[in-house]
């Protein structure tokens, strides 16, 4: 079965210093990847996402994520944040040994910004 | 911009009451799903659901739990006898076939006291 690791459960980072919040995913067929965010309270909230192409995948609020095959790796940047990116953010994968149609996630990341 | 949509937002019941969830897809999407988030930790797929079968289940997914596409635009999660540990966040996904992405309703924060 497919698997999402997000080594980090919490980040703390400065406001507008970058971050990078780390993923890596187990499959060795074709996956597509996701980055969620959530906010506290609310609902899951599509940041980015990689299905084919382009390595590189710039989403919502400033953050892109650069797919590396070679060492599973999903990782989530942004060069500067905000207090608003405060939230946990959820590495996803789809395909590979688990099928399209299942999304496995991984614990979750809570970024803090600290003002 | 076509989403899926879940009510209600928030579900209070007692113990041991049905309880029932439910999801409107995007409109052309052939696929649906349910998946779990209990608070403090990650969300876990529960049932997926094409041609008006189910099409994979978890673990969680037991005898309690049924899933039910009464007309052409619901689906539903119905939880029989509810438990405090039922308490979560429930959403609802669809896509249009089973290796597309699927697309996240906002989802339904149940209580159970």
């Known amino acids: 079965a497919q698997s999402v690791t997000q080594l980090d459960s919490q980040v703390p980072v400065f406001e507008e210093a970058p971050v990078e919040l780390r993923c890596n995913y187990s499959?060795?067929?074709?996956?597509?990847l996701f980055w969620y965010v959530q906010y506290p309270n609310q609902g899951l909230q599509l940041l980015l996402k990689y299905l084919s192409g382009s390595t590189l995948v710039k989403g919502i609020n400033g953050f892109e994520a650069e797919f590396n095959k070679s060492q599973t790796s999903f990782h989530l940047r942004k060069p500067s944040v905000h207090i608003s990116d405060t939230a946990e953010y959820f590495c996803a994968v789809s395909g590979g040994s688990g099928g399209y149609q299942k999304v496995t996630f991984g614990t979750g990341t809570k970024l803090q910004v600290i003002p | 911009e076509p989403e899926v949509t879940q009510t209600p937002s928030h579900q209070v019941t007692q113990m041991g009451q049905e309880v029932i969830l439910r999801c409107v897809p995007i409109s052309n999407h052939l696929y649906f799903y349910w998946y779990r988030q209990i608070l403090g930790q990650k969300v876990e797929f529960l049932v997926s659901?094409?041609?008006?079968?189910?099409?994979?289940k978890s673990e969680i997914f037991d005898d309690q739990f049924s899933v039910e596409r009464p007309d052409g635009s619901n689906f539903t999660l119905k939880i029989r006898s509810t438990k405090l540990e039922d308490s979560a966040m429930y959403f609802c996904?669809?896509?249009?076939?089973?290796?597309?992405?699927?697309?996240f309703g906002q989802g339904t924060r149940l209580t159970v006291v």
């Open positions: 996904a669809s896509s249009v076939s089973g290796n597309t992405e699927a697309f």
């Open positions: 659901f094409y041609n008006n079968e189910i099409s994979e």
């Open positions: 499959s060795s067929v074709s996956v597509y």
